[in-house]
């Protein structure tokens, strides 16, 4: 009689299973929580997966951020709209109108309470002639005086 590494318990037959990368020898009960080593299936599963040249098969794409393709708005997005509108001579209203947009809809972007989306920019950008989006080139960047290209703990830590 041989004894299950797993269980304990007393059997004939013990088979080899990889469970959580440790190799055992374990009953016939303990061998489905494993994979055999050479198979690399489960014990006690007999299905075979069925496969033709039709199925589909994953592509791995890269995974892109979504952060990458958004537009960065202008911070002044608002005083922008606003002089342009006036600029132009036409009220909250009149703007609405010709947009079709809520008028409040263009008030809180006036007021910086929210943010224009895609379609929103775009359209104010051409009826209005402005630009809301920042080019990456518009950014100040923070550089250090020194020599050195980026800070590191030891910036930051008085030491005794």
């Known amino acids: 009689m041989k004894t299950c590494e797993l269980c304990g318990k007393l059997v004939?037959?013990?088979?080899?299973?990889?469970?959580?990368?440790?190799?055992?020898?374990?009953?016939?009960?303990c061998a489905k929580f494993g994979k055999t080593p050479k198979t690399y299936s489960r014990i006690g599963k007999k299905k075979k997966l069925i496969t033709s040249s039709t199925t589909y098969q994953k592509r791995k794409k890269p995974y892109r951020d979504l952060f990458d393709t958004l537009p960065d708005l202008r911070e002044d997005y608002?005083?922008?709209?606003?002089?342009?509108?006036e600029k132009m001579g036409l009220s909250i209203e009149e703007l609405a109108k010709k947009?079709?947009?809520?008028?409040?809809v263009?008030?809180?972007?006036?007021?910086?309470?929210?943010e224009p989306n895609?379609?929103?920019?775009?359209?104010?950008?051409?009826?209005?002639?402005?630009?809301?989006?920042?080019?990456?080139?518009?950014y100040d960047y923070y550089t250090s005086g020194g020599d050195e290209e980026y800070f590191t703990i030891g910036h930051f830590i008085k030491k005794k």
């Open 106 to 114: 263009l008030r809180k972007f006036e007021r910086y309470e929210l």
């Open 78 to 85: 608002g005083d922008v709209i606003r002089e342009a509108r």
């Open 12 to 29: 004939d037959k013990l088979y080899k299973v990889s469970i959580e990368g440790v190799e055992m020898q374990v009953c016939k009960d």
């Open 118 to 138: 895609d379609k929103e920019i775009k359209i104010l950008e051409k009826f209005l002639k402005i630009k809301l989006t920042a080019d990456k080139e518009d």
């Open 99 to 104: 947009l079709k947009m809520k008028e409040t």
